[in-house]
């Protein structure tokens, strides 16, 4: 990963309908691969290859951001999704589409794992914990390799995925919390034509550049000062230069947001 956006106060677009579509087509064809994956993961000696898992969650998918949302924002983000591949052809990769299969597997698992009186239809407590572990461990894994992955990383700050208590963000979301600490963490890696574009400007002057860096509620503490804060009227400026090339839109995004 590259850089990381914060992105708040995200207005409703003209053609919200038109967008939407073209993300649900990108959102479902994802969910198809998940899917499709899920189907070579059992084993000769009736067990289940976890590494094959963590590896294959998403075989093929090749995209420049991950957004990350609150599951109460799905549409949001697949509206995203698609004006970011319609307006400049950015493949977007949406964490929730993984979410869903993973309690697919998690109850694939229990059906044929985890009975303690299968007649009765009743679980057994300890090994259905034990499942559900393997999985979120295995799906916290892919996503970490996924971030890792894409070059940017958006973060939909609404309501729905942040409260504010004493100054203190708070999310109860488990994947936000795990996604957004591994964005802090995890390696920065600067793409070639970046580091050639560095290498140039610090070629034509003497000095270098700065960089800039009643359920159960159970709620983190979120640290998202690393992400660059950016809002619609970012976007907005962002879509009007009309690059339809995913590395040089990347890059005015980029030269915008430090301009902030």
Same mark, same amino acid.
Request: glycine letters at 4%.
């Given at each position: ?5 914060? &992105? ?13 579509? @073209? ?30 898992? !963590? ?7 090749? +995209? ?57 239809? &009743? ?21 970490? +390799?996924?971030?890792? @992955? ?17 100054? %203190?963000? @708070? ?8 996604? !957004? +600490? ?11 034509? %970046? ?11 003497? @000095? ?21 804060? !950016? ?11 009309? %690059? ?11 030269? !915008?947001?430090?301009?902030?």
């Amino acid at each position: 990963m590259y850089k990381g956006f914060k &992105i708040e106060n995200i207005q409703r677009n003209n053609n919200q309908g038109y967008y939407l579509e @073209k993300g649900q087509k990108l959102y479902d064809s994802y969910k198809n691969e998940v899917r499709s994956s899920l189907q070579s993961f059992s084993q000769r000696d009736n067990s289940l290859d976890g590494s094959k898992i !963590i590896e294959s969650w998403f075989p093929e998918i090749d +995209a420049h951001i991950f957004i990350s949302h609150s599951h109460k924002d799905e549409t949001l983000a697949i509206t995203l999704a698609g004006w970011l591949y319609e307006t400049f052809g950015i493949i977007s990769f949406i964490d929730s589409c993984v979410w869903g299969y993973a309690n697919d597997l998690i109850r694939l698992l229990d059906n044929e794992y985890s009975w303690l009186y299968k007649e009765q239809h &009743i679980y057994s407590y300890e090994k259905v914990l034990n499942s559900t572990s393997h999985i979120h461990m295995m799906l916290s894994t892919a996503l970490s +390799a996924m971030i890792d @992955k894409t070059e940017c990383l958006f973060f939909l700050n609404t309501p729905n995925s942040l409260e504010s208590f004493d100054q %203190i963000d @708070k999310t109860e979301s488990q994947w936000i919390y795990s996604e !957004i +600490a591994v964005s802090q963490i995890i390696r920065t890696t600067i793409p070639d034509r %970046i580091q050639e574009r560095i290498q140039l400007i610090e070629k034509s002057m003497s @000095k270098g550049i700065a960089g800039i860096e009643s359920s159960l509620s159970i709620k983190y503490d979120l640290d998202s000062n690393h992400l660059t804060e !950016i809002d619609y009227r970012t976007l907005n400026r962002w879509e009007v230069y009309n %690059i339809h090339s995913p590395e040089m839109a990347l890059d005015k995004l980029y030269d !915008i947001a430090l301009l902030r």
